[in-house]
């Protein structure tokens, strides 16, 4: 099998993934790269649909959540997600500094408040109107599998993939959706495509992490197969992005604790053994975060012809 990303076709390894999320227990053949380490998929599925059911997905229940939040709630949000943009408020400032993972990699940016914004693969949209709630005017999302298109206020939400989008933006976020799309060459030129002379794209996405992979096996929950085709590692997103003329100005490794307990969760699930509680696995994370941090990444890209500082 041929690498999609660096064509190697030689001494790939392959592996039998099974799908766990949504409990259908199907299994697929994947294949690792042993050039530049990617993890993919063999082939994509006749059907995706099947695999993003709407009333088990959880990327489709989001929005619900957040609007049926409590008063507390709204109020800590409020006040924590608006520093982590605009670095504003002391009550922000004293939760950012209780908590910083959550908003780890929106501090990490400078933003404006009337840039537009394109968030691909964006679910039910519960993040745009989390940037509504803190002040971003002109929001736009595209995913191929809501329903139907929504339309809210300043909010969009259409049913397209990146490449039926005719319109250019200042920044263009994929908040972890880069991995469920199986041309991932069409992809990256889309967000070229898509993507202002001088804006900047935002990709966060899970890398393949040797540790947690020696650690939990099949059950490591970014490899979420089929969703996921790709498990990318640095040397093959890096090879990605590049070849689509988009320059990489930022890596940064976010500190979350999230896909780790969520590995965990999976392996006592179907091993039918008991879970090992998140206090108890806070040493093996702290050896895992002083070697790797985590297998979160995010990187900025922007337009090789219009590189400048963030």
Known sequence: MECRICHNADNNSEAIFTEYEIGLHEDFRYFRCSRCGCVQIAEQPEDMNRYYDPDKYYSFHCLERYKNRSFMERWIDKHYFRYGFWKKGKIGAILFLKEVKRVYWIAKLRWNAEASILDVGCGDGMFLHLMRDCGFKDLTGADPFIENEIHDGNITILKKDINEID????????????????????????????????????????????????????????????????????DSITRLFASANLQTVEIIQ????????????????????????????LPVYDEMCDKYKSDCYMFVLQKKTAIRPL
């Open 167 to 234: 319109r250019k933006f200042d920044v263009v976020m994929l908040n972890h959706s880069m991995e469920h799309v199986f041309d991932q060459s069409t992809l990256v030129k889309g967000i070229y495509k898509v993507l202002k002379d001088d804006g900047i794209a935002v990709i966060r996405l899970p890398l393949f992490s040797d540790f947690l992979y020696q650690k939990f096996g099949k059950y490591v929950q970014s490899l979420a197969a089929p969703r996921h085709f790709y498990l990318h590692t640095l």
């Open 254 to 281: 976010e500190p979350y604790l999230s896909g780790f307990m969520a590995s965990e969760k999976i392996r006592a699930k179907e091993t039918n053994t008991p879970q090992i509680h998140w206090q108890k696995l």
